[in-house]
């Protein structure tokens, strides 16, 4: 999240100069430095949705271990996946704006197409169905025992919204000559997807009671008094 964060910082600073200053090496850095963190932030949504799945439907916790090792595999499998354009399996260019470095789709060559499907389905359509088969068993086994206590279908509309117009894009692009847009409207669902990350820190974060009260107490040294009926909830 720290690093997509930079990304978000470079993509907003740029703007200003109207062109990309670090050369074409540059560019090849930072396209792969904001698409690992890209990809491994969809796949930590999908590991929160099935640590979240144990946690309520199984009623057991992940030992430390087993969520190192998930965290290192979704890691590596986005870096992975992120070194393939630096070695001509797919490529990264100037995003429409010419101020960024991203995925170029607007070739649509067969390199690109070879590269987009199994990464789509990999490390997009997989986390995916990871978390709606998750939170819909979370939302069943908290609506059968009335307590109600997430809103179990946001993470996965926040994924879909965030990250759906790009990835549309990206096959829109295969079938079409996407350059025909004009490059502020290509540059909309790149930004929508780097917004991905403040979106992230309020359904993960800042939306969670727990969460908001560690952040109070640990800001101020008071700790929120939950009520009678939340006790009797948790």
């Keep these: 999240v720290v690093f997509y964060n930079n990304n978000f910082i470079l993509h907003c600073k740029h703007p200003i100069n109207r062109y990309w200053p670090y050369g074409s090496e540059g560019c090849q850095i930072h396209g792969f430095q904001g698409f690992v963190a890209a990809l491994s932030s969809i796949s930590s949504c999908a ?11 199984t009623r057991s916790k992940l030992h430390w271990s087993t969520s190192i090792s998930v965290v290192m595999f979704v890691w590596g499998f986005s870096a992975f996946w992120s070194m393939m354009p630096l070695f001509g399996w797919g490529e990264y260019d100037y995003e429409p704006l010419r101020t960024c ?3 170029d ?28 088969t998750a939170y819909q068993s979370i939302h069943q086994k908290l609506k059968k025992s009335g307590q109600i206590k997430m809103n179990s279908g946001l993470p996965v509309k926040s994924l879909i919204i965030c990250w ?16 025909i847009l004009s490059p502020k409207l290509r540059m909309m669902p790149a930004v929508l997807a780097k917004m991905s990350p403040a979106v992230n820190a309020y ?15 640990f800001l101020t040294g008071q700790k929120i008094e939950k009520t009678e009926t939340d006790n009797k909830a948790n």
């Excluded at 590991?47 to 439907?57: G, M």
């Design 203 to 217: 359904v993960y974060g800042l939306g969670n009671e727990n969460y908001r009260g560690g952040i109070w107490q």
């Design 164 to 179: 759906g117009p790009y990835s549309l894009l990206c096959f829109y692009a295969i079938i079409q000559d996407a350059t």
């Design 47 to 57: 590991a929160i949705a099935w640590d979240r799945y144990h946690q309520y439907c």
């Design 101 to 103: 470095c991203t995925l």
């Design 105 to 132: 789709y607007s070739k649509a060559d067969r390199n690109f197409i070879s590269f987009l499907f199994p990464l789509a389905f990999f490390e997009f359509l997989i986390p995916l169905f990871i978390m709606m």
